[in-house]
Nanobody, 128 residues
């Protein structure tokens, strides 16, 4: 079983950068698609980014494209979300998630219901 723990959230000002870290205990993450979702107050949890098993293929939600970068280090059982040029609209709880199976089209990879394992979330708050 994959157990995920996020870290790296906190307070930031508009334009700042943060790097979120998702650490896995238990099974290796090398056979899992790793993704990041976020949930702002009063809103549904939404897809942010996803990485294929090797990290060679990625998807991003349009609102973060060009600002956020998802990566992974399978040897460390860790995934990352580098967030640059943060804005107040990025304020949310960020969740790391993992799913088995192939890295398929984005329409499938962005569906939170298809992810089997979730972390507890880390809060990111961006002030203007």
């Amino acid at each position: 079983q994959v157990q995920l723990v996020e870290s790296g959230g906190g307070l930031a000002q508009a334009g700042d950068s943060l790097r979120l870290v998702c650490s896995s205990s238990g099974r290796t993450i090398s056979g899992y698609v790793m993704a990041w979702f976020r949930q702002a107050p009063g809103k549904e949890r939404e897809f942010v980014a996803a990485s294929s098993w090797s990290g060679g293929n990625t998807y991003y939600e349009d609102s973060v494209k060009g600002r956020f970068t998802v990566s992974r280090d399978n040897s460390r059982n860790t995934a990352y979300l580098q967030m640059n040029s943060l804005s107040p609209a990025d304020t949310a709880v960020y969740f790391c998630a993992a799913r088995s199976g192939p890295f398929s089209e984005m329409a499938v990879m962005r569906q939170r219901e298809t992810y089997h394992y979730w972390g507890q979330g880390t809060q990111v708050a961006v002030s203007s």
